[in-house]
């Protein structure tokens, strides 16, 4: 089952996670510059979707270099 626990900063009645497809396609640098700002904020304050990015990245064999690449970009 997963965690509806809204994030920190999330308004209760309205907790909001990113995808795993839309965190996928923020990994592979596939969104555009609005959705990817958006989905960096929140994963500023959400650990939940931060470690979920970093199991997609590693599982993906993608290296450390390559998540810092979203970042810079």
Known sequence: ????T???GT????PWH???D???RYAGLHLDVARSASVEQHLLDC????DELTSIVFR???SAADL???WLE
């Open 1 to 4: 089952m997963k965690d509806t």
């Open 47 to 50: 650990a939940r979707c931060r």
């Open 68 to 70: 810092d690449a979203v």
């Open 60 to 62: 993906d064999d993608r």
């Open 18 to 20: 990113a995808t795993t």
């Open 6 to 8: 809204p994030a920190a």
């Open 11 to 14: 308004p209760a009645g309205n």
């Open 22 to 24: 839309v965190l996928e």
